[in-house]
């Protein structure tokens, strides 16, 4: 079992950066692998970026590949989401999200946590 809560949400202009972060609660992080997916008012739950659970394997969602960067810390119980070069299509609530497997189904996780509002003004 696994508490997950993101932070390093808020609003930006286009063009700039955020980094987000997942702290996660237990002593078992470096067992999951873990994603960030995103929600934008009005559309269905969209994948963003998965990383193993040793960081040896990452996947990237094609819009987002390039820019965004997803990274851990096992000794800090800690997964990021560094995202740059922001677009206002970027707009959306980001949730963390830890599994078994790195995979972009998004049903294939166990925990998730409550989300952190990234806005992105043109």
């Known amino acids: 079992q696994v508490q997950l809560v993101e932070s390093g949400g808020g609003l930006v202009q286009a063009g700039g950066s955020l980094r987000l972060s997942c702290a996660a609660s237990g002593r078992s992080f470096s067992s999951y692998a873990m994603s960030w997916f995103r929600q934008a008012l009005g559309k269905e739950r969209e994948f963003v970026a998965t990383?193993?659970?040793?960081?040896?394997?990452?996947y990237y969602a094609d819009s987002m590949k390039g820019r965004f960067t997803i990274s851990r810390e096992n000794a800090k119980n800690t997964v990021y989401l560094q995202m740059n070069s922001l677009k206002p299509e970027d707009t959306a609530i980001y949730y963390c999200?830890?599994?078994?497997?790195?995979?972009?189904?998004?049903?294939?996780?166990?925990?998730w946590g409550q989300g952190t509002q990234v806005t992105v003004s043109s």
């Open positions: 999200a830890a599994g078994r497997i790195a995979t972009a189904q998004a049903r294939a996780y166990d925990y």
């Open positions: 990383i193993s659970t040793s960081a040896d394997y990452t």
